[in-house]
């Protein structure tokens, strides 16, 4: 795992997977994480920093390379540097993935206990969709969501 530069293979490998990719070029707030086997990149996620909050988003792996824990290694890699940002919690919005995140420890949330910071990020506002399931999950001690 590594942190990464958005580029045009990470925003391959999202629009592959479906994912939004519209406000990325412009987004310098996105932190992203890869992973790679030689120089072939096989998954990404990001974290979009937003104070004391973090979004996860564009957690994207490769077809070839579902269903070996890769996700789960990503998602928990976000965790540790969001923990390491001292970031009080980690939140998302999925129309899909609501159970993987789930056994993460993430859970479900009503949007209106969105952070402020989260609710004014163009995922939150006009990317995803009204149906996405809000997720959340709190980070270091306190373990706070909102």
Same mark, same amino acid.
């Given at each position: 795992m590594e942190q990464i530069a958005y580029s045009q293979e990470?925003?391959?490998l999202l629009v592959a997977c479906d994912l939004p990719v519209a406000d990325l070029l412009d987004n310098g707030d996105v932190c992203f994480f890869g992973f790679r086997q030689e120089s072939e990149l096989l998954g990404v996620i990001g974290v979009e920093v937003r &104070?004391?909050?973090g979004l996860l988003r564009s957690l994207a792996i490769s077809a070839a390379h579902r269903g070996n824990g890769l &996700?789960?290694?990503l998602v928990r890699f976000s965790e540790e540097w969001a923990t390491r940002f001292n970031l009080k919690a980690l939140y998302l919005l999925t129309t899909t993935a609501n159970g993987f995140f789930e056994k993460l420890?993430?859970?479900k949330l009503p949007r209106s206990k969105a952070p402020s910071a989260i609710i004014e990020t163009q995922q939150f506002l006009s990317l995803c969709p009204d149906s996405s399931i809000f997720m959340g999950k709190g980070l270091g001690a306190n373990q706070v969501l909102h």
């Open positions: 990470v925003r391959d &104070g004391d909050y &996700g789960q290694k420890g993430y859970e």
